[in-house]
């Protein structure tokens, strides 16, 4: 008998589920809406030209090798990473009170945040909304939080945000439980609070002393500007809140593979930074013990140049104005076929992903009927539609759901 019978099979994890069988499934209309990748009007992946361009430096820079980097990243990327999210002149920085350090992609910083935050900071309680980036909840567990909770984060009825429902969820919640917030283009609803919605957030957290914990995966795809969407997490750090946020390159700039992220710890003194950091270089040494260069390389010769981060910052535009366009194509189609229901809150939700509203049963059938992939919650991925597959996608809702 195996030792390893024992082991029993764990559910698949949806979204890789997804890409298996959209690999496999030869039908020429096929159409993958639920892996979170950006897409050109060609159905293709992205590869950002300014990314094009710096890799072909990197591969010529006698000067790079393969030594390890220190445990807690390189130094020049963690500022840049750190000034992106907060900008350049914000007090915290100033105040030399935050603390960056590389991570493997946004995953990996919301890991460590949490390990240092449930076994370090000892908290107890944390809260993710709900829905959410399903990886929030296990990662929660994981890290050893002893109670994990959801707070209410949407009116399905209303397809809109469940603030009074959130807002009290969070004013009953203990004492110095760990908050995390989606600091834009949530996932997987395409909803965020707006500027008010986000000043009572801050109160009711204050309030009841809760730990903000900001997950950044899509800085720059809410408004297109990557300045805009950093608002809540500095509006947070302006009214006094320590903080932690993680950040990842994966979608804003095309670099899903090569795990480029930061954990960003905000502190309100800057004497306990060297504590936190020893701390935090244990945490790493037992896991991964020192992260991967490639990728932050590239995000260090985009950021660290003007003319570089302008490209990047117009790209992103770019991307950010394809995704509405599409919004609209699908939402205009759908009415168009007078499929049943409403189908403007495709326009009005932002970022990559659209909460459709469609059912479970609705997803089934648009996987096994139509060679459509999507995800049961009915979440798709915006930007997975082209002026081609469009109609035919939305063509395939209308029979789904009439
Ligand atoms: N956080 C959210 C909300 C996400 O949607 C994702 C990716 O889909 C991530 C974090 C992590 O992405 P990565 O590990 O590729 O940076």
Known sequence: KSAFSVIKPAPPVEIFHMIKLFQDDKDPKKVNL???????????PYVLPIIKKCEKELVNDPKLNHEYLPILGDPQYRKLAM????????????????LPIQTISGTGAVRVGCDFLAKCMKRRVAYC??????????????????????????????????????????????????????????NP?????????????AEVMKSRNLFPFFDTAYQGFASGDIDR?????????????????????????GLYCERAGCLVLVLND??????????????VR?????????????????????????????????????????????????????????WDHIVKQIGMFSFTGLKPQHAEKLINDKHIYMLKSGRINVCALTTKNVEYVAQSINEVVK
């Open 129 to 186: 909304s709900n829905p959410t980036w399903e990886n929030h909840f296990g990662i929660c567990r994981t890290a050893g939080f002893k109670k994990v909770k959801g707070y209410t984060y949407w009116n399905p009825k209303k397809r809109n945000l469940a603030i009074c429902k959130l807002l009290s969820e969070l004013a009953e919640a203990p004492e110095g439980s760990v908050v995390i917030l989606h600091a834009s283009a949530h």
């Open 286 to 342: 037992q896991n991964y013990s020192n992260p991967p260069a490639h990728g932050i390389r590239l995000v260090t010769k985009v950021l660290g140049c003007e003319e570089n981060r302008c490209e990047w910052a117009s790209t992103v535009k770019k991307m950010s104005s394809r995704i509405k366009e599409m919004r609209k194509a699908l939402s205009e189609k759908l009415v168009e076929l007078e499929t049943p229901g409403k």
């Open 83 to 98: 000034e992106l999210l907060l900008g350049k002149d914000n007090c915290a920085i100033i105040e030399e009170r935050v």
């Open 34 to 44: 639920s892996v979170g990748a950006y897409r050109t009007d060609e159905g293709k």
């Open 270 to 283: 800057k004497k306990h930074i060297p504590n936190v950091a020893s701390q935090l270089t244990l945490l």
């Open 189 to 201: 609803t395409g909803t965020d609070p707006s500027r008010k919605q986000w000043k009572q957030i």
């Open 229 to 253: 969407d950093a608002w809540p997490v500095r509006y947070f750090i302006k009214e006094g809140f320590e903080l932690l946020a993680a950040q990842s390159f994966s979608k804003n700039m």
